[in-house]
């Protein structure tokens, strides 16, 4: 299955509760679409956020996090990886 990654901007004091609780709301959800999130990141100071997923589709991974309440400014497909 392709991986993605997305960033969400905008997320400036994001803490760690903040985020774990972010992450939680889409595992929550994520079989509706067959995504599988991975891991997130977040930088507080820049308000950006990453997550790493497994999905059919980038619009899977968006409806997911639309619905979670925090869609993604950025989907990108990572085909490579070492």
Same mark, same amino acid.
């Given at each position: 299955?392709? =991986?993605?990654?997305?960033?969400?901007? +905008?997320?400036? +004091?994001?803490?760690?509760?903040?985020?774990k609780?972010?992450?939680?709301?889409?595992? *929550?959800?994520?079989?509706?679409?067959?995504?599988?999130?991975?891991?997130?990141?977040?930088?507080?100071?820049? +308000?950006?956020?990453?997550?790493?997923? =497994?999905?059919?589709?980038?619009?899977?991974?968006?409806?997911?996090? *639309?619905r979670? +309440?925090?869609?993604?400014? =950025?989907?990108?497909?990572?085909?490579?990886?070492?």
């Open positions: 299955m392709p =991986e993605f990654m997305d960033v969400h901007r +905008g997320m400036v +004091g994001i803490t760690e509760e903040g985020l609780e972010a992450h939680d709301a889409d595992l *929550a959800i994520q079989d509706d679409e067959a995504v599988v999130f991975k891991q997130a990141w977040a930088d507080p100071t820049l +308000g950006i956020v990453y997550c790493l997923s =497994e999905a059919p589709s980038r619009e899977a991974v968006q409806r997911i996090h *639309a979670a +309440g925090h869609p993604a400014d =950025e989907i990108h497909e990572v085909p490579l990886s070492v």
